[in-house]
């Protein structure tokens, strides 16, 4: 049982350049999120995926887009990867409505923009 | 704006000894509250959720309790392992139909 899956776990960027961090759940969860986890700022959303088809903005949502491509999967892309992007983004998904259940997230993925 | 504190940053206790982990929140028109341990390169994993209408859960040698009135839950573990070394945040679902995250207790038991 896989759970939730981000790849890639680490990646390295140059101010500018674009990128697009996958994420899948084989749960048949509703509800899908995004989050950063920065030292000292602890974990803030990005955006977040009620259910498919839909997303929604979170805490932290500029410079970053997101997709919902089916109830498996939601990607957030950064189209010009700036350095206070640096940081560990997971993913997390729960079964019914936002919150109700508990949150399932990925190992993260580390990201360096230099 | 829902604020979450965790105190204390860090916690260091010798195997076999019980021990409580706090947590407090500032709005206490809460939907639930969930705890979740961390391990060093790892996601989060979670270990209990509790409704606003609970007063407390418990899974194994893990017990939460929540106090709403109070803006206080604790996350009691009992007869603590070197395995159970790791990061506990809470966190709080409210009003604004967000998660918010404290910053975590960093829990170290020592064989």
């Known amino acids: 049982n896989a759970g939730v899956t981000q790849t890639p776990k680490f990646q390295v960027l140059k101010t500018g350049q674009s990128m697009t961090l996958q994420c899948a759940q084989d749960?048949?969860?509703?509800?899908m999120y995004w989050y950063r986890q920065d030292p000292g700022m602890g974990l803030r959303l990005i955006y977040y995926s009620a259910s498919e088809g839909t997303t929604d903005k979170g805490e932290v949502p500029n410079g970053y887009n997101v997709s919902r491509l089916n109830k498996r999967e939601f990607s957030l892309r950064l189209e010009s990867a700036a350095p206070s992007q640096t940081s560990v983004y997971f993913c997390?998904?729960?079964?019914?409505?936002?919150?109700?259940?508990?949150?399932?997230f990925g190992n993260g993925t580390r990201l360096t923009v230099t | 704006k829902q604020e979450v504190t965790q105190i204390p940053a860090a916690l260091s206790v010798p195997e076999g000894e019980n021990l409580v982990l706090n947590c407090s929140f500032t709005d206490s028109a809460i939907y639930n509250l969930q705890w979740f341990r961390q391990d060093p390169g790892k996601g989060l994993t979670s270990l209990l959720l509790i409704q606003s209408s609970q007063r407390e859960q418990t899974s194994g040698r893990l017990n939460a309790s929540l106090d709403k009135s109070s803006g206080r839950s604790t996350l009691y573990i009992a007869a603590s392992q070197p395995g159970d070394s790791a990061t506990y945040l809470c966190?709080?679902?409210?009003?604004?139909?967000?998660?918010?995250f404290g910053s975590g207790t960093q829990l170290t038991v020592l064989p």
């Open positions: 749960m048949n969860h509703n509800s």
């Open positions: 997390a998904s729960s079964a019914g409505q936002l919150y109700n259940s508990p949150l399932h």
């Open positions: 966190a709080v679902s409210g009003s604004a139909r967000q998660l918010t």
